[in-house]
């Protein structure tokens, strides 16, 4: 079984450039997540998608970040423009279901640079 | 406010050298919590899923517990392989939310 798909796995830009982040999850997987990772914490939540809905999307900073999931399988992550803080590791896990009480499959993230 | 402390940040042991990682958390209505595993370069991986206390799981040399305020994750007789950063993680009962610690680094020497 395949596994969360992420792309790219590295991406360097400079600041104020637009930058995108792909994400397939594992199939069969109607909840997907997008989480942030700085250096040395925890990930953190961005957006989470029941199919192809925004559940919950507090932590989105939406002046800058946007997330779509069409059809409720893929999902794209953009962030326009990029700021220096955005430097981080972006990661994608996927569900069964985001209400029951399960675990976590996550891809191995895209590490963007922003200089 | 539903938070999630783990400790140490860092720990180094000797190969065989047991020891336990704590994660201290507060949550309201906790529906789950779970330790994963995050090798450099790598997304987490899942370890195990605690629902209530006095519950334990084991899987090979690690073992989680859980008590109404924390989970400890003991290692039995490390091996090298086991250097990673273990991450635990708290499922909040009315947002469906994961929170996660900041992750303890562990470096088992050889």
């Known amino acids: 079984e395949a596994g969360v798909v992420q792309s790219p796995r590295y991406k360097i830009i400079e600041k104020k450039q637009p930058v995108a982040f792909w994400c397939n999850p594992i199939?069969?997987?109607?909840?997907l997540y997008w989480y942030r990772q700085n250096l040395g914490q925890g990930p953190e939540l961005l957006i989470r998608?029941?199919?192809?809905?925004?559940?919950?999307d507090s932590q989105l900073p939406k002046d800058r970040f946007s997330a779509e999931r069409l059809k409720g399988v893929d999902s794209t992550l953009k962030i326009q423009p990029a700021e220096l803080g955005d430097s981080a590791v972006y990661l994608c896990?996927?569900?069964?279901?985001?209400?029951?009480?399960?675990?976590?499959?996550f891809g191995s993230g895209t590490q963007l640079s922003v200089l | 406010e539903d938070q999630v402390t783990q400790s140490p940040e860092a720990l180094r042991l000797q190969e065989g050298e047991s020891s336990s990682l704590n994660c201290s958390y507060t949550v309201s209505g906790l529906r789950g919590l779970f330790w994963y595993r995050q090798d450099p370069g790598k997304g987490p991986e899942f370890l195990f899923t605690l629902y209530s206390a006095g519950e334990e799981k084991e899987k090979e040399r690690l073992k989680a517990t859980l008590t109404k305020k924390e989970s400890f994750l003991h290692i039995t007789a490390p091996k090298p392989e086991d250097s990673a950063t273990y991450l635990c993680a708290v499922q909040a009962g009315g947002t469906y939310k994961y929170i996660f610690g900041t992750g303890t680094r562990l470096k088992v020497l050889a």
């Open positions: 199939s069969g997987h109607n909840t």
């Open positions: 998608y029941e199919n192809e809905e925004a559940v919950d």
């Open positions: 896990a996927s569900s069964l279901d985001g209400t029951g009480s399960e675990k976590l499959f």
